[in-house]
């Protein structure tokens, strides 16, 4: 019985891995298949030619400040269009700091949010239409938010700013006596309500995803539930949650109507967040339709080329910073 049973299996094919192959290679399905992927890399070849094009077209257009100012343009801090002398500082600083004021309000916010929504802390009728509800904000159009920023936030964070103002004004960050309520802080914290959204809600994708075993095994080696959350699955979603935060960084570096009606509009540089300020997109928006063809609108499409590179470069320090993350925890 031996000899016949080693004489059988030693008929049987042995498979290894390069003879293993379950690709199709004929038929309908095949075509099919092979098809649908050439149209799948021809959506991705439109979507790399219209950034292409759309870099292309700004660069042109911004070709006579170049020609003009050179990179001197990005640290002038004079903008008159009479006498056409421009410069991008004043405009760049108001679009980072306002930006870094609302990502810092949004990332611990939409952190706590998707955890809320994510994990059993409320019936899961709860969780769904509070999560619900926060994406609704997002379908807001940003000139409502610029009139309930003006009616309604105003209002209310006004006499909180005149106070931090009168009393902590020894302090640089709000060095402003008396401010206004159309200044910087006041735009950052619009900007961070507008970008809550997209913050939570792929945060709370991200949390959703990961398996629970990892939550699991950590409590049963003796975690609590916040150890668990803290030390295992924040990390594992790290970077879900960096790509979350780079996309809601980019509709806050380019958001327009909202920030144009609460930040002052104010063409200064000034390191206090109560004072008034300006971003690249308020003044795209408000002196583009009135520019003069040559120095005018290229300074403009200048400025236009310089917003679109602080959004390329933060989004590749994010995938920089994720690769390192990664090959440190491996």
């Not at 021809?42 to 219209?50: E, G, K, Y």
């Not at 991008?88 to 309000?105: E, N, Q």
């Not at 380019?254 to 997109?281: K, R």
Request: charged share 10%.
């Amino acid at each position: 019985m031996t000899n016949s049973f080693d004489h059988n299996s030693s008929r049987q094919p042995n498979f290894g891995d390069e003879d293993l192959n379950l690709k199709t290679i004929g038929g309908t399905n095949f075509w099919f298949d092979q098809g649908f992927t050439s149209l799948v890399y021809a959506f991705a070849a439109v979507t790399v030619l219209t950034l292409f094009v759309m870099s292309l077209v700004i660069f042109w257009q911004a070709q006579p400040a170049i020609f003009k100012f050179g990179v001197g343009f990005l640290w002038g801090q004079d903008w008159d269009a009479g006498n056409q002398i421009f410069g991008a500082l004043p405009y760049i600083y108001g679009t980072i700091v306002s930006s870094t004021i609302s990502i810092l309000f949004a990332i611990p916010i939409g952190i706590a949010v998707a955890l809320v929504t994510s994990e059993d802390f409320l019936a899961p009728s709860i969780r769904t239409s509070l999560a619900f509800v926060i994406e609704l904000i997002s379908a807001i159009p940003s000139i409502i938010i610029g009139l309930w920023g003006i009616y309604t936030l105003i209002p209310v964070v006004e006499p909180i700013e005149k106070w931090i103002g009168n009393n902590f004004h020894w302090i640089p960050l709000f060095g402003t006596e008396d401010p206004s309520g159309s200044n910087m802080l006041t735009a950052g914290i619009v900007l961070a309500i507008m970008i809550l959204p997209t913050m939570a809600a792929i945060t709370r994708d991200v949390l959703l995803v990961i398996p629970k075993d990892l939550r699991s095994a950590s409590m049963a080696l003796g975690s609590t539930r916040w150890e668990a959350i803290f030390r295992v699955l924040l990390p594992a979603g790290f970077s879900g949650i960096v790509g979350a935060a780079m996309l809601a960084l980019g509709r806050s570096l380019g958001e327009t109507m909202a920030v144009t009606m609460v930040i002052g509009n104010s063409a200064q540089i000034s390191i206090s967040l109560l004072d008034p300020a300006y971003t690249i997109p308020a003044v795209l928006a408000n002196e583009f339709a009135e520019a003069d063809p040559g120095l005018y609108i290229g300074s403009l499409s200048y400025l236009a080329l310089v917003v679109f590179g602080l959004t390329l470069g933060i989004n590749i320090a994010a995938k920089l910073l994720v690769v390192w993350v990664e090959k440190k925890n491996q």
